[in-house]
């Protein structure tokens, strides 16, 4: 499985950003996608995952009511639509994928994409 993780930039707080993040190289129906991101000298933490069968969602506390996760099957891609953005929620995301079962646990993906620099100034 390839990804490859867009839509990242520079925004002011209150403003929003898409993150898109395409797949290859697996029927794309059968993977879990999550988002991840990793702020300088902090560890990588989940940010939200859509499931490989079904809708299922889940999003961290911190982004709950602020950010959707979605899927485009005719694209072989997934979103992360965020709005509402804070300076804190500076960091490189990154997508990630496994097979089927959604999870918050970065080390059960074995799949990663390159990361996106977002940035949110105050």
């Known amino acids: 499985v390839q990804l490859q993780a867009s839509g990242g930039g520079l925004v002011q707080a209150g403003g929003s950003l898409r993150l898109s993040c395409a797949a290859s190289g697996r029927t794309f129906g059968s993977l879990a996608m999550g988002w991840f991101r990793q702020a300088p000298g902090k560890e990588r933490e989940f940010v939200s995952a859509l499931s490989g069968v079904g809708s299922s969602t889940v999003y961290a506390d911190s982004v709950k009511g602020r950010f959707t996760i979605s899927r485009d099957g005719a694209k072989n891609s997934v979103s992360l639509q965020m709005n509402s953005l804070k300076p804190e929620d500076t960091a490189v995301y990154y997508c990630?994928?496994?097979?089927?079962?959604?999870?918050?646990?970065?080390?059960?993906?074995?799949?990663w994409g390159q990361g996106t620099q977002v940035t949110v100034s105050s």
């Open positions: 990630a994928a496994r097979v089927m079962r959604i999870s918050s646990n970065a080390n059960e993906y074995p799949y």
